[in-house]
Structure formats: structure tokens, C-alpha cells
């Protein structure tokens, strides 16, 4: 069993900046991708980032050239830089770790964390 726990969030005004953690513990084994997703009231949740165990990333459309991913794999944590906030950031942001294993992949998800931002 995984648990995964989100930190950071918050209110900011249009324009600020938030770093989210994600603190992942229990069996996590090796070549475990990270992944940052967000839900808005009403709307499906959407792909964020991805960081891979070593260190490769991908970003959704509303990240790209304002939030950078990165994770600290002695430390079990993803983090997610989020800067030039604008309101339709707004949404609860979660984390989610995929391992693979047979036979299938393991997915866990944390509860995730709110980020309000005022326009």
C-alpha cells in the first residue's frame, strides 16, 4: 500500500506563485512515474505534469512555460512550482503514483490539496 499525502496549497492573487509537495509513503518500489492532475468544480479531472524516476517530464497545455515538476526520489516527494497564476488554475490538485508491476500497474491518488486564485 501507497499513501500519499499534498501539501502547499492555498489562496494567492492572479499573478503569485505556490509550490506544491507531495510526500509519498509505504512499499514504493522503483521506476514509479509521479503525476500531478487537477479538478475544478464541474469539470473533469485534468493531466497536470508527469515526472518519470528519472527525471524526464511532460506537461499538460495549461502548465507548459509556467509550472515546472520535479521530485526528490531519496525524499519519496513530488513537488510542483506553479508561477503566473490565473484564476482558472483554481481547482483541487492531486498527486498520483503509477508503478509498474504484474499484473498490472499500481495507481494511487492522495486526497489533494485546494489552490484558490483571485483574479
Known amino acids: 500500500q501507497v499513501q500519499l499525502v499534498e501539501s502547499g496549497g492555498g489562496s494567492v492573487a492572479a499573478g503569485g506563485s505556490l509550490k506544491l509537495s507531495c510526500a509519498a509513503s509505504?512499499?514504493?518500489?522503483?521506476?514509479?512515474?509521479m503525476a500531478w492532475y487537477r479538478q475544478a468544480p464541474g469539470k473533469e479531472r485534468e493531466f497536470v505534469s508527469i515526472?518519470?524516476?528519472?527525471?524526464?517530464?511532460g506537461y499538460g497545455d495549461s502548465a507548459m512555460g509556467r509550472f515546472t515538476t520535479t521530485r526528490d526520489n531519496a525524499k519519496n516527494t513530488l513537488y510542483l512550482q506553479m508561477n503566473s497564476l490565473k484564476p482558472e488554475d483554481t481547482a483541487m490538485y492531486y498527486c498520483?503514483?503509477?508503478?509498474?508491476?504484474?499484473?498490472?500497474?499500481?495507481?494511487?491518488w492522495g486526497q489533494g490539496t485546494q489552490v484558490t486564485v483571485s483574479s
Open positions: 509505504g512499499r514504493i518500489f522503483g521506476n514509479c512515474g
Open positions: 498520483k503514483i503509477e508503478c509498474p508491476s504484474f499484473p498490472r500497474a499500481q495507481i494511487y
Open positions: 515526472v518519470s524516476y528519472s527525471g524526464s517530464t
